[in-house]
């Protein structure tokens, strides 16, 4: 049977330029559109540079943890690397989709594997009108900001600012306040991964307030709207004793 054909991408950090050189002299090294499968060594980062920059292509990425945060990467092991890829099980992550007006009229679209999040510009606090699928829920949020994470981002900033987590294939995406002033009860939502979500930002000229897809900012915005994209997805491989829905719930029973 032909080995798949291999191509690494590693982060400018040492040691994953370090393994870079390791590997690809042990098993050649293609470029990404004429490989079968991506090799991404470095962090989480690094992998969601990998996924904005090569999704389109349709090639499974395998990666491997040499960053600060490896949430989406497998262990860093050079031996047995092709017999690691055959046995890895598959996920597939599917994108949310941004779409962001500005005050001077200015619109952009950007996509998102982790989250979409809106965040206050200044000192004073944001005020955002919610809607979900053209109806409003909530008329006036006061607070830092708010997000919008899919399953796999679900572990990241979502969680850090006491977000849901997300099983995979849940079909689910979490709205997360931020700081949240008013309503004060207001905690976020789990929502079908269907919703159409829409934030208008109330007086933008005295509350600016930003948006960032991943790691795409978007200054001065007035009206956000997310949607998860149905029709496309990337496929990240893990080892099976680790893999990410094990993750998943493993996180949610950290004590």
Not at 116 to 123: K, M
Not at 203 to 215: L, M
Not at 236 to 241: N, Q, R, V
């Amino acid at each position: 049977m032909t080995a798949a054909r291999l191509a690494f991408l590693a982060s400018p950090v040492a040691d994953a330029q370090a393994a870079l050189a390791v590997l690809a002299g042990a098993h050649g090294n293609v470029e990404p559109a004429g490989a079968d499968i991506i090799v991404a060594l470095g962090g989480d980062g690094f992998m969601l540079q990998t996924l904005h920059r090569y999704g389109g292509l349709g090639r499974p990425v395998y990666g491997m943890k040499l960053g600060t945060v490896g949430f989406l990467m497998n262990q860093y092991r050079p031996d047995g690397l092709h017999e690691r890829i055959a046995a890895a099980e598959p996920a597939a992550l599917h994108p949310l989709a941004m779409h962001a007006r500005t005050a001077s009229g200015h619109e952009f679209d950007s996509v998102a594997y982790n989250d979409v999040s809106l965040l206050r510009q200044t000192h004073q606090t944001a005020h955002l009108r919610i809607d979900l699928n053209g109806q409003t829920r909530i008329d006036e949020l006061i607070c830092d900001g708010v997000l919008v994470a899919s399953p796999a981002g679900s572990t990241a900033y979502n969680y850090s600012v006491y977000g849901p987590i997300l099983p995979l294939g849940s079909g689910t995406l979490a709205l997360t306040p931020i700081a949240v002033y008013r309503p004060r009860r207001w905690r976020g939502a789990i929502l079908k991964a269907d919703t159409e979500f829409r934030f208008r930002v109330l007086d933008a000229d005295k509350r600016p307030v930003s948006v960032t897809a991943d790691s795409h900012e978007v200054r001065d915005v007035v009206e956000v709207v997310i949607r998860e994209i149905r029709d496309r997805s990337v496929t990240l491989l893990f080892d099976p004793e680790h893999n990410l829905e094990e993750r998943i719930l493993s996180e949610q029973f950290v004590v």
